[in-house]
């Protein structure tokens, strides 16, 4: 049987219940918070108000005015980060351009110029004591291993003539090469790129275009270090 207060509850208009709050755990874990999540914490506070004390009308003013300055700067952050992608992105019409030219980016298969040999670099993240660059045939066998010696952390060129090393003329290519290198007895992160051609330009309906290069295949636009 219900008590008395219960009773005087109920003939307010208010029930009693004895149900358990169960607390909402889909946003631990995250550090920020969203314009819901703003008008969740406005919603409960004035359900759970003090109805004899209520907030001031100038409080709540400027609570309102803190959610619409919060949302907009959210909004404003969002078109921001998409104009920044747009400048920072690589158009059709500037992956076209690269059509026709030789290029230099990453990649281990090099094909020998008109004069013989082929030019190419080695990308360090490190200083290295000892540079080697090694050009092997496309059966992988051994031609020419260049000694660049000693080098700072960037880019190192190279130019090799096309003769193995007893002198005699490797052919036209394509080549195999590869790159290795060391300070003292620790291996430095080193990376090989050779010019190659570009042969034409795939451009996938979404996404970013990619360059179709001679020996190396689909190549971002970004990944070019030079183009001649």
Do not use: C
Not at 175 to 194: D, E, I, K, P, Y
């Amino acid at each position: 049987m219900a008590s008395t207060f219960d009773s005087t509850l109920s003939s307010l208009g208010i029930p009693r219940t004895a149900t358990t709050a169960v607390a909402d755990t889909s946003k631990l874990g995250e550090r920020s918070l969203d314009q819901s999540d703003f008008l969740s914490l406005m919603t409960a506070q004035l359900k759970n108000q003090d109805p004899f004390a209520p907030v001031d009308n100038t409080q709540m003013v400027a609570q309102m005015a803190q959610f619409s300055s919060v949302a907009g700067i959210s909004q404003m952050n969002t078109t921001l980060s998409s104009l920044a992608a747009k400048l920072g992105g690589t158009t059709s019409s500037d992956a076209l351009a690269y059509v026709g030219k030789t290029v230099l980016t990453e990649g281990g298969v090099a094909y020998g110029r008109a004069a013989g040999g082929i030019a190419g670099a080695v990308e360090l993240d490190g200083d290295a004591s000892d540079v080697q660059v090694q050009i092997s045939d496309a059966a992988g066998q051994p031609l020419k291993t260049i000694d660049l010696g000693q080098q700072s952390a960037g880019t190192v060129k190279y130019d090799w003539d096309g003769k193995d090393a007893d002198g005699a003329d490797a052919g036209a290519g394509p080549f195999t090469v590869a790159v290795a290198a060391v300070s003292g007895n620790a291996s430095v992160v080193a990376r090989s790129l050779v010019w190659a051609p570009v042969e034409s330009v795939s451009m996938p309906s979404s996404g970013t275009p990619k360059l179709q290069i001679t020996g190396i295949g689909p190549v971002d636009p970004s990944a070019v270090r030079q183009a001649g």
